[in-house]
């Protein structure tokens, strides 16, 4: 079946504008994640959404950052007035229950380059 | 808090030979364990994971991992390395507390694995 897909694969973009990144999980799905990759890092959590709890926020790095989910479909990480050390890969995952347990599946991630 | 070190950001082994991927957890609730790994151009995919049953995990095209509590060590091997197993690998943690009941996941920084022909 389909795996987890996010648009656009790279995107380029200058200082103080806004971005949007798309996430679209894996059909029946429940929870969802945002991570962020920086060159040389490791993986940093963002945000998680689980069917229609309040999403986890705890990751978030800045209020520029922000992040919706319609139901336990398609998800938008928006980023407001980006900055240079925002450049990363975005990667998204998602997870069948939302069990800790659980494997989460990722996309190819979103590569976001500001200039 | 937990946390995941990974031991070598870069290792070579030669085809053939024993690969050994190191990682160590802190974590303050028995860890659920995870390795991942980024084939280039690909996005991350799940090798194997400890979720408190077995200590000796098998995970796909031949790697395993050996969870030990007194080493707080989740280290990551295969007896004999592939030209395919070049990538990046990434051990990650997750204590299962977390307010949400699910937890994110922590990932160390990743070792990348050169396979030397």
């Not at chain 1, 945000?47 to 978030?60: C, E, H, M, T, V």
């Not at chain 2, 995941?4 to 659920?32: D, F, I, K, M, W």
Request: charged share 15%; hydrophobic share 30%.
């Amino acid at each position: 079946g389909a795996g987890v897909s996010q648009s656009p694969s790279n995107k380029v973009t200058e200082k103080g504008k806004d971005v949007e990144l798309r996430c679209d999980p894996i059909s029946g799905h429940t929870a969802l994640y945002w991570y962020r990759q920086r060159l040389g890092q490791g993986l940093e959590f963002l945000i998680y959404f689980q069917g229609n709890s309040a999403p986890d926020k705890s990751g978030l790095p800045s209020d520029r950052f922000s992040a919706e989910r319609t139901g336990e479909s398609v998800s938008t990480l928006t980023i407001q007035r980006t900055q240079q050390e925002d450049s990363a890969v975005y990667l998204c995952a998602s997870s069948l229950s939302g069990h800790y347990t659980d494997t989460q599946y990722f996309g190819p991630g979103t590569r976001l380059t500001v200039l | 808090a937990q946390s995941v070190t990974q031991l070598g950001s870069h290792v070579s082994v030669s085809e053939g030979a024993l690969v050994l991927l190191r990682c160590n957890y802190s974590s303050s609730v028995p860890p659920y364990l995870f390795w991942y790994v980024q084939y280039p151009n690909q996005g991350l995919q799940l090798l194997l994971k400890y979720t408190s049953a077995a200590t000796l995990v098998k995970g796909i095209n031949g790697f395993e991992a050996e969870f030990k509590k007194s080493e707080t060590s989740f280290h990551l091997t295969k007896p004999s390395a592939h030209m395919s197993d070049a990538a990046e690998y990434f051990c990650a943690v997750s204590d299962g507390g977390g307010n949400f009941g699910n937890e994110k996941l922590t990932f160390g920084t990743g070792t990348r694995l050169t396979i030397i022909p």
